[in-house]
């Protein structure tokens, strides 16, 4: 059972501070330094300062955590009532309008595998330790973690639709129009809680954020503050949400010592159809041309760069994975593309191993596939090969999760990505 609550958030004062626009950022592990000082440079309160803190070593979270008193003190305000904020995101991807609808709340924090929240990733001990120590500086929930449940009849919109009310923040960032309602009616926060209680949560993005907050419960645990330790920051949505979005994450190998494109090539040819076509001149093109590849099943692109030659991949209807020997693989990832490429190509083909793309030694990834394209037509660069992905699945993410495995790392992309800044959750406050 997934237990949920709401809470008395902290949010910013915006009738006081103006546009929330100025003041939200995006997640911290997709801000580079120069993104960091353009975001910090809109507004002393925007809270990239706080999640992002300058410094070096680990002085930088105790000035987080004056960032954040300072923040609390100058601009933000805690809502009176219990609440949850149903949080509506309005988007454009391929030329279509999306509305993403979902609602922060705070959840019962359970380790994966052992209650209702599942991961579909793996996650590293390197982020993990930054996210504590700021966390233990701050004695906060900073960042929402996104999860997905299961919800075809959309109950939970039926639950809080009449207590909606206006917006409390609503603005444009990022290239999203973002729209923030509180609800603190009983009635609802108790109807919301009640249709939850049956689902699993996946998580679609923040695993280390999510695995972070789990680290802390003990050490709050500890210092006997045992209620307020049970329950993490997170923002929930639909899985069968009209608005949700899946897009591909590109992968560009490069620092390989022989990388040997034809020899990985024929080690997988029993596998694979194989085609070699001319390079598309568009990202769209290439995302049309994998779309209809993996029509017929996974299916992927690989352009050496400079030579102007895609190379398309597309798993045989007679694919037996055991002649494969992918017998260590659960089910749900023995015909997954993404699984394919690292299992087939990447280890086997070129050394690259799962220690290796567990710690990007010769990976990079792309979201954007005109800026994957460009790459691949350009070369001179330490790139040698571009792999190009079709999206994963939301029906492939929720089996894999479903069977206590995970997949390689950034396997997914929900779109657009969750903000912070929305609700902050301060642990020394309570609930």
Not at 95 to 100: I, P, V
Not at 167 to 195: K, Q, S, W
Not at 257 to 277: K, N, R, S, Y
């Amino acid at each position: 059972m997934a237990h949920v609550r709401p809470l008395r958030g902290f949010r910013y004062d915006l009738p006081r501070l103006g546009d929330a626009g100025l003041l939200l950022a995006p997640p911290y592990d997709v801000v580079d330094a120069a993104g960091r000082e353009r975001i910090g440079a809109r507004s002393p309160h925007n809270c990239i300062h706080v999640i992002l803190p300058e410094g070096e070593g680990d002085a930088k979270y105790e000035v987080g955590a004056r960032r954040f008193a300072a923040l609390e003190r100058e601009a933000l305000v805690r809502d009176a009532a219990p609440s949850f904020y149903v949080y509506h995101q309005t988007f454009t991807s391929e030329g279509q309008q999306y509305t993403r609808k979902g609602f922060i709340g705070l959840i019962e924090l359970t380790r994966f595998g052992a209650g209702p929240v599942l991961a579909h990733e793996r996650t590293l001990s390197g982020p993990k330790a930054d996210r504590l120590k700021l966390m233990r500086a701050c004695q906060a929930h900073l960042e929402l973690v996104f999860g997905m449940f299961s919800d075809p009849g959309r109950a939970w919109e039926a639950a809080t639709s009449r207590a909606l009310g206006s917006a409390v923040l609503e603005c444009d960032f990022d290239g999203t129009h973002h729209a923030l309602y509180r609800v603190d009616d009983p009635a609802a926060t108790a109807a919301l809680t009640d249709v939850l209680a049956d689902k699993k949560i996946y998580i679609a993005d923040g695993h280390h954020r999510y695995e972070t907050m789990c680290s802390f419960r003990a050490e709050l645990e500890a210092a006997g503050k045992g209620e307020v330790a049970r329950w993490g920051l997170i923002f929930l949505s639909n899985l069968d949400d009209p608005g949700l979005v899946v897009l591909p994450t590109h992968r560009l190998i490069h620092s390989v010592p022989g990388l040997d494109l034809a020899a990985a090539l024929a080690q997988v040819e029993p596998f694979f159809t194989i085609t070699h076509e001319k390079l598309p001149d568009s990202g769209t093109a290439v995302r049309a041309r994998l779309a209809e590849a993996g029509a017929r099943g996974a299916a992927f692109g690989l352009a050496a760069p400079a030579t102007g030659e895609l190379v398309v991949l597309t798993l045989r209807p007679d694919f037996d994975p055991a002649a494969a020997g992918l017998q260590h693989l659960a089910p749900a990832l023995q015909r997954l593309d993404v699984a394919l490429l690292h299992e087939l190509i990447l280890d086997r083909g070129f050394g690259v191993t799962r220690e290796a793309q567990a710690q990007n030694t010769n990976i990079r990834y792309y979201k954007s596939t005109d800026e994957a394209l460009a790459v691949a037509r350009a070369g001179g660069s330490d790139v040698q090969l571009v792999c190009f992905m079709n999206p994963t699945p939301v029906h492939d993410v929720r089996a894999v999760c479903d069977s206590g495995e995970v997949m390689p790392q950034k396997s997914t992309f929900f779109y657009p990505k969750i903000p912070t800044g929305l609700v902050f959750h301060d642990l020394k406050e309570g609930l």
